[in-house]
């Protein structure tokens, strides 16, 4: 069965410090016209409310559903954000 990736979008969730140019995660942003950036404050200095409230805003504004990406931090990120 094929996926049809029109379908979802794919919020690309880094950790600290972001993700440079050459990381997988902003080569999955150039791959996937339906992607997007969770931008935080602050990215040397992860606080938990601030990073989570972020995320909860993006899916709940997001006009289809979406797939989580994250790495490093932004996978706690994920983790707490499923649990509060």
């Not at 600290?16 to 080569?27: D, K, V």
Request: aromatic share 10%; no cysteine; hydrophobic share 50%.
């Amino acid at each position: 069965m094929a996926v049809d990736f029109s379908s979802f979008d794919f919020l690309i969730i880094p950790g600290r410090e972001n993700a440079p140019a050459e990381h997988w995660q902003s080569h999955w942003l150039g791959a996937f016209p339906n992607s997007s950036r969770l931008i935080q404050s602050d990215w040397s200095r992860p606080e938990v409310g601030a990073w989570t409230a972020r995320l909860d805003a993006a899916v709940e504004t997001a006009p289809r559903r979406v797939v989580l990406v994250a790495h490093s931090v932004g996978v706690a990120t994920v983790l707490r954000w499923t649990v509060a």
